[in-house]
C-alpha cells in the first residue's frame, strides 16, 4: 500500500512540475504513471549501481556528487519514456531537487501521521 501511495505522489508532483519548470513536458496522466514507475525501478536497479562506481567521486564531494547522479536518473527516464521530455543537465538537476524535497516532505509527513 506504502508504494501505491508513493507511485501516486510521484505522479502528482511530476505533473505539477511538468506545468511549473520550463523544459521539462509530460504528454498525459498516463505518461506521468509511467514516469513515477520507471523513476521507481531506476532508482531500485540503476541508481546503486552508479553510486557504487562513483563512490570515489562522491566521497571526494561529500556526498554532492549524488545530485549529479539524481539527474543522471532523470535523463535515463527521459530517454526510456516516450511522453516525457527534459530539455538538459540543468533542468533534470533542478527537477530531480524539486521531485526529491516534495517526496521528502510526503514521506515525513505520513511517518508523523502513522
Do not use: Y
Request: hydrophobic share 60%.
Amino acid at each position: 500500500m506504502k508504494t501505491l501511495i508513493n507511485i501516486f505522489f510521484t505522479t502528482i508532483f511530476v505533473l505539477l512540475l511538468a506545468n511549473f519548470l520550463p523544459g521539462v513536458s509530460v504528454d498525459s496522466l498516463f505518461t506521468a504513471i509511467i514516469v513515477a514507475l520507471v523513476l521507481g525501478l531506476l532508482n531500485i536497479f540503476i541508481k546503486p549501481i552508479l553510486v557504487l562506481f562513483t563512490l570515489p567521486a562522491t566521497i571526494f564531494t561529500l556526498g554532492l556528487f549524488l545530485l549529479v547522479i539524481n539527474a543522471v536518473i532523470i535523463m535515463l527516464c527521459d530517454e526510456l519514456v516516450t511522453g516525457f521530455h527534459v530539455r538538459g543537465f540543468w533542468t533534470a538537476l533542478l527537477f530531480s531537487l524539486v521531485l526529491s524535497f516534495c517526496q521528502s516532505l510526503v514521506s515525513g509527513l505520513s511517518e508523523k501521521k502513522s
